[in-house]
């Protein structure tokens, strides 16, 4: 079994970024990048990760019209990206149009709904019901579109994976059982371990901070590895 956990390198600075990934590469499977990092690096960032030898997780929640979203995901082909992320709310023909477009090697999955958005956010925009709800409503749209997987929290997965056999589910949000990492980074509330997730069905485990902002980065990962 390879390894699920993919290191999310939330960091500015280039040099940093690759530093703490040397630093914890023989203990993490892959390397997620995020808008924040192409936008301020772009493909020159992405080749010199890449140089590390990790699969890497291009994580751009794409949206836009199917034939932009294709574009895109054209121009980020030579990137080689392992995973790429769109966004389910952009429709069914948007997914179509990005799947077919991304490289064979590469798996598109969708975000549903923002961990940042409840109930009140989502009426704001126009969109009655729970934020849970409509999550499952868009993971089936996503079926539908013969995407890989969709993005889900800890908490979720179990169910997703009962209604979707093989699908790709891609996990984040998680906190190893170390009680100094849960003190220390507290701003999730209910929180899933790796192992718990993996349990519940989970493809791939994005961890960030409780890897990246401890002590020793290469033993943190190392324990959360031992885990699984
Ligand atoms: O919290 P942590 O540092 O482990 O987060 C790792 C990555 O997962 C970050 O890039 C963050 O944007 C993403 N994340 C997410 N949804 C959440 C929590 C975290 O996409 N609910």
Redesign the pocket.
């Known amino acids: 079994m390879s390894n699920p956990i993919y290191l999310?390198l939330?960091l500015p600075r280039l040099d940093a970024a690759e530093a703490l990934a040397r630093k914890v590469k023989g203990h993490i499977g892959g390397l997620?990048l995020?808008l924040e990092f192409f936008c301020a690096h772009g493909h020159h960032g992405v080749h010199e990760i890449h140089k590390l030898g990790l699969p890497i997780f291009l994580?751009l929640k794409l949206h836009d019209i199917p034939n932009t979203v294709a574009a895109a995901m054209q121009a980020i082909h030579v990137l080689e990206p392992a995973i790429v992320t769109v966004h389910a709310a952009g429709g069914r023909a948007m997914m179509e149009d990005a799947k077919a477009a991304a490289g064979e090697h590469c798996k598109v999955v969708a975000v549903t709904v923002l961990?940042s958005l409840d109930e009140n956010d989502l009426a704001r925009t126009g969109i009655a019901g729970n934020p849970h709800d409509l999550a499952l409503r868009l993971a089936e749209l996503a079926q539908e579109a013969r995407l890989d997987g969709i993005?889900c929290?800890g908490h979720e997965v179990a169910a997703v994976h009962k209604q979707w056999k093989d699908g790709y589910f891609v996990v984040?949000?998680?906190r190893p059982a170390n009680g100094k990492a849960h003190s220390a980074?507290g701003d999730?509330k209910r929180t899933v371990t790796p192992r718990e997730a993996r349990d519940a069905g989970a493809s791939v485990l994005?961890?960030?901070?409780?890897i990246?902002r401890a002590d020793d980065p290469a033993a943190a990962a190392r324990a959360i590895e031992a885990t699984l």
């Open positions: 999310a939330d997620k995020g994580d961990t993005v929290s984040p949000g998680l980074l999730q994005v961890i960030g901070r409780p990246s």
